[in-house]
């Protein structure tokens, strides 16, 4: 009797507004290989699934035949494991539901799962990250946006289509900002990238102040950062401002699920103490108080440039193994 082959790497893909990463990853988690391409250079979703196809079997021929893969995990925002498409994305240029994960899986023949992008960047704390041997936990991604996944007792809580977690989106000021996705006032819109930014341009158009943003160009939050390290008063007076406001959001959120630890990823938790100081003083003020001080704050440390691949090799375990080669 022929004994069965067993594959101990997987595909994992990162898909974000700019960039698609794709990486062959093995069962300890170390990345074998790795290569991107633009996302926006493929408007239409058929199209980009012929590249990410055709990118994913040429990179697996290069590093040890196809017939090694086991599994394809995908991370993208917008995108839901339960039903395996990406759901009227803002910020991607595919609009409408894309059934990716049914797409590629007949193009390549091989097993795809497809995620939210803070679902499998939680699954990837989990397996390598700081969530590691935590069973109580939220992993959030503050990035463009804010969005998060929630574990409870070990297992992640998805919802009924996928979609749980969605804190950027609680509102947490009535009437207030106009927000991406079309309400007004969510967390998402004082917090996120775009937030800070107009936070900056409030806080600017408050006094005459000198500062730093005033000749940085088009700000961004790694600028007003800088800006902060050079003692600029009004940069620090964004970042203040944005991590107490994070403070209540995440404050609420941990007083619903109760966690042992909330970790922080994304491009806007790289502004440091500047953001993490004030969110976590307004977090320990607001959150209910048999709480106070139990829940540990804590910034990723796994690299940003491999942690969207990794999330989604952890994915790519998930889900059962199929192929139309066996």
Not at 68 to 75: A, E, L, M, P
Not at 191 to 199: F, I, L, P, S, Y
Not at 217 to 230: A, F, N, R, S, V
Not at 275 to 285: H, I, T, V
């Amino acid at each position: 009797m022929e004994e069965p082959i067993i594959k101990t790497r997987v595909v994992g893909v990162d898909i974000s507004n700019a960039i698609t990463s794709y990486a062959i990853v093995d069962v300890r988690g170390n990345i074998i290989a790795m290569k991107q391409f633009p996302t926006q250079e493929y408007p239409d979703a058929n199209q980009f699934v012929v590249k990410l196809a055709e990118s994913i079997i040429m990179l697996a021929e290069e590093n040890g035949g196809y017939e090694t893969i086991r599994s394809v995990g995908i991370s993208c925002p917008s995108a839901s494991f339960v039903t395996g498409c990406i759901e009227n994305s803002p910020n991607l240029p595919w609009k409408g539901v894309v059934p990716l994960a049914a797409i590629l899986r007949d193009r390549i023949g091989q097993a795809v799962a497809v995620g939210n992008d803070c679902h499998t960047t939680a699954l990837g704390e989990k397996m390598y990250g700081s969530a590691h041997g935590m069973r109580n936990f939220i992993v959030a991604h503050l990035g463009i946006g804010l969005g998060s996944c929630f574990f409870s007792e070990g297992h992640e809580h998805l919802g009924k289509s996928g979609y749980s977690g969605e804190i950027g989106h609680t509102c947490l000021i009535d009437n207030g900002r106009q927000c991406s996705c079309g309400e007004k006032g969510c967390l998402e819109a004082y917090v996120g990238a775009h937030g800070v930014v107009k936070t900056a341009h409030e806080v600017m158009a408050e006094n005459d102040e000198p500062s730093l943003m005033r000749q940085a160009g088009e700000l961004d939050p790694q600028k007003i950062h800088e800006c902060c390290e050079q003692g600029d008063k009004l940069a620090i007076e964004v970042y203040r401002r944005t991590g107490y406001l994070l403070g209540v959001g995440m404050a609420n959120y941990a007083s619903i699920v109760n966690p042992e630890a909330i970790i922080m990823t994304g491009g806007v938790t790289k502004a440091g103490h500047w953001l993490m100081d004030p969110f976590r003083e307004s977090f320990e003020q607001h959150v209910f108080h048999n709480m106070r001080g139990q829940v540990k704050l804590l910034v990723s440390q796994l690299n940003d440039h491999e942690c969207g691949v990794l999330g989604a090799s952890a994915l790519a375990w998930e889900v059962p193994e199929y192929s139309l080669f066996k």
